[in-house]
T-cell receptor, first 116, second 112 residues
Framework: DTAVSQTPKYLVTQMGNDKSIKCEQN?????MYWYKQDSKKFLKIMFS???????INETVPNRFSPKSPDKAHLNLHINSLELGDSAVYFC???????????????FGEGSRLTVL | DAKTTQPPSMDCAEGRAANLPCNHS???????VYWYRQIHSQGPQYIIH???NNETNEMASLIITEDRKSSTLILPHATLRDTAVYYC?????????????FGQGTELSVKP
């Protein structure tokens, strides 16, 4: 059983399109995240939801809109895609109250988005 | 912004111990040191974390200096499958944000 699963794994699309990436975790965790890894391999946090409530919202263009229908799902919708959005997007989950440190993050395998 | 400094790359012979250093001179008293690794094309994987004391688990050992300004991750018997980018991260407690902010990491190459 995959703990954190993302779909699709690969996504190729044209500039200006709207696309979504879905994430599901079966670990029973209460917190989920989206990270972006660009071509230089930097991993940057974008968003975090705890019990469906947005708790981290980094400086991300408002073309990116996360949606958490329930604790086990966190989807990422991107409007008006631009070339610079090309990256690997990782979803992660953790149990926030798992110790004072906040619990380790479990990452999905990533979704590689290519904007042409 | 990342609060850690790591060497960009290191080599290690298979079967030997890999010692990966990390400087975090501005760490606060309640911040934790976390280590993750990312094997090519995969999602980052948790390795270990600690606050003040040295820690050991089935994957690795974490040695934190007494002043907490630096730490070393030790893989006791490196294998070829340990080739990866290793990230040292300083993390605030979850009730103060708890964000994992990744730096550049150390690219470890384990060679036969």
């Amino acid at each position: 059983d995959t703990a954190v699963s993302q779909t699709p794994k690969y996504l190729v699309t044209q500039m200006g399109n709207d696309k979504s990436i879905k994430c599901e975790q079966n670990l029973g965790h209460d917190t989920m995240y989206w990270y972006k890894q660009d071509s230089k391999k930097f991993l940057k946090i974008m968003f975090s939801y705890n019990n469906k409530e947005l708790i981290i919202n980094e400086t991300v263009p408002n073309r990116f809109s996360p949606k958490s229908p329930d604790k086990a799902h966190l989807n990422l919708h991107i409007n008006s895609l631009e070339l610079g959005d090309s990256a690997v997007y990782f979803c992660a989950s953790s149990q926030r109250t798992s110790g004072r440190a906040g619990g380790e993050l479990f990452f999905g395998e990533g979704s590689r988005l290519t904007v042409l | 912004d990342a609060k850690t400094t790591q060497p960009p790359s290191m080599d290690c012979a298979e079967g030997r111990a890999a010692n990966l250093p990390c400087n975090h001179s501005t760490i606060s008293g309640n911040e934790y040191v976390y280590w993750y690794r990312q094997i090519h094309s995969q999602g980052p994987q948790y390795i270990i974390h600690g606050l003040k004391n040295n820690e050991t688990n089935e994957m690795a050992s974490l040695i934190i200096t007494e002043d907490r300004k630096s730490s070393t991750l030790i893989l006791p018997h490196a294998t070829l499958r340990d080739t990866a980018v290793y990230y040292c991260i300083v993390r605030s407690p979850y009730n103060q944000g708890g964000k994992l902010i990744f730096g550049q990491g150390t690219e470890l190459s384990v060679k036969p």
